[in-house]
């Protein structure tokens, strides 16, 4: 399936205001942002519009989950200031939504109004103050949101996507597949099977094998009747895991669950213990894949044309359970005639710790929710004014 945008050029934003939506919702810790990658991801598009002589930009963004409270600590004066560093160039930070001196000016958390959440026509007529001529929609990653920064601007103002978007919507619009796709491989990890249901569901029709790990390959072990000791898994979504089964079987869909996993008594235990599958013991809980599935699921992905991968296959969190997540993303990295896509804010948070660079991948995606609710075919509110 084809997503065909419209195209930023520079007749579109040339001696116009610009109001633009990113996502800058980076990690802070002790007053300092520990990772600018979202920050970085978005530079292109700031070039693009200054190289093109926009008259002014005014910044849009979230931080955290103040939940249309003022939260000092999520304030994105500290984002101003970064922007500011990495451009070369002034960014103004205003605390509202009125109209400073700057070419360049970052305004207050549009979280701290619970207008944005509602979309409501107050919130709309508030941010009409800046006098915007043109609509950039560049945070792919909550592209899945209908809030007034996202959808209710494009109503009055024409929209079009910055280059991070288009650059996503490109990566992953091959992935959107309604027959089988010869050589795909899904890496399916994470905490909760709830949220991927639709996209394991969809994959399980099209793709040629899913690696299943994480804490959702628990309500799959479930499934199948294994026991799992006191793992944490989701009993009201083993009737689901048995239909995605069914599914796969029909389609003929290789469906890969770990053969042995790494156990501990606790997520704070240092003594840790490999068991094959299907004799963990009642008394510990299963937080990693073990060394035979880890050699099991890069067999599988050696022979992938395409790989797709969201989620961690452990709990990354804890040194002793970060080794299974470390070698697939190294296998996945080695791959070099394979198309490979990672997303999600766990998955990115892995590339980093484990200090492997996007460079060695086809595309590492900046959206988690977005990226899988695309994936699966849904109309995503912040693309549909995009579209060409």
Known sequence: MCVKLKKLTPEVVRDKIVVIRVDFNVPVKSGSIVDNTRIMAALPTFQFLLENKVKRIHVLTHLGRPNGQVVDDLSTNILASELERLLGETVEFQKDFTVGSERIQMHENVRFWAGNKDNSPEFLKK???????????????????????????????????????????????????????????????????????????????FAEHMFLGGAL?????????????????????????????????????????????????????????????EKVSQSMSIFDIGPKAIRQFCEGLRNARSILWNGPVGMIEKPAFEEGTRAILTCIAEQKSAKTVLGGGDTLKALHAFGVSESRFSHVSTGGGAMLEFLEGKDLPGITPLLA
């Open 127 to 205: 941010l009409s103050h800046l006098g915007g001529e043109v609509f950039v929609m560049d945070a792919f990653a909550v592209a899945h949101r209908e809030e007034a920064s996202i959808t209710g601007l494009p109503s009055f103002l024409p929209a079009y996507p910055g280059l991070l978007v288009t650059k996503e919507v490109d990566a992953l619009s091959p992935f959107m597949i309604e027959e089988t796709m010869s050589g795909l491989c899904i890496v399916m990890g994470g905490a909760k099977l709830k949220t991927k249901i639709p996209v394991l569901t969809h994959f399980a029709q």
């Open 217 to 277: 390959a628990n309500t799959f072990r479930m499934a199948q009747g294994y026991e799992i000791g006191k793992s944490f898994y989701e009993e009201e979504y083993i009737d689901t895991a048995r239909e995605i089964f069914d599914i796969a079987k029909e389609h003929n869909t290789h469906i890969h669950l770990p053969i042995d996993v790494v156990c501990a008594e606790d997520e704070e235990s240092s003594q840790v213990e490999v068991f094959d599958v």
